[in-house]
């Protein structure tokens, strides 16, 4: 037992001898990752992935529809919009036990424009690059109708089962399914796991009653739409009218 004692003592006294570390001096080296680094690339790695890599090029860029006219990106209402929220909709309802009602998309998961003519698998990853998932809420009518009210503020997103009206700021009418929206009743809304958590400034989504997950990448359910309907088409018809 004394032997332990000391060797305890020792090891404490050595300790607080020890002085602690400090930093005196720091190198480093800046290694720019451009065009520079194709010289030392593994040519036995990137021969064994060539087929590989051809595979996954003629799969993104086999078309699997065609648009008709151009769908582009803007506020309040877009055709681009309309056609994400649209698919998004279609695809809850084939997939969800319950009814949906309405879908919600945001404007800052729209990456990018589409040209007219075929639409591939590379339109949709650029058009949504995120792994963002199909979950269908169940909320208030009262709080859609503050989702609405933040719609003003933002300047438009993307719906589809909902239109509403809005003048200088503030909100004139908002329906479902053509009727008024009930403060009391609960409605479903499609959307991502992202937005549901009251992101991209949709805090009522966050105040959801119930949440359906569906597991499946709104990306994939966008190219399984486009192969469905094969015309990729929609029109800016009003739903988004703010002014």
Known sequence: MKKIVLLLLLAVGLMACHRPLRVIEATSEVIMIDSTLDMIQDSAYLQHIAPLQAELEAALNAP??????ALTVRKPECNILNWASDA?????????????????????????DWAAGDITRRHIFELMPF????V?????????????????????????????????????SASIGGKPIAPTACYTV??????????????????????????????????????????????????????
């Open 88 to 112: 998004l909709l279609s695809m809850a309802r084939q997939l969800s036990p319950n009814h949906v009602d309405i879908a919600v998309v945001n404007i800052g998961g729209m990456r990018t």
């Open 136 to 172: 269908v809420l169940t909320m208030t009518g009262e709080d859609i109708l503050k989702l609405c009210h933040i719609f003003v503020e933002l300047g438009g997103e993307g719906v589809a089962g909902l239109r509403m009206k809005a003048r200088n700021g503030q909100l004139i």
């Open 190 to 243: 499609a959307t991502s796991d992202y937005l549901s958590q009251g992101n991209d400034g949709m805090t009522p989504l966050a105040q959801h009653i119930d949440v359906w997950r569906s597991e499946e990448k709104i990306r994939d359910l966008y190219i399984q739409y486009v192969q469905q309907v094969k015309t990729v088409q929609a029109i800016v018809d009003g739903r988004m009218d703010i002014q």
């Open 64 to 69: 699997i529809g065609y648009a008709p006219d």
């Open 131 to 134: 792994d963002n998932e199909l």
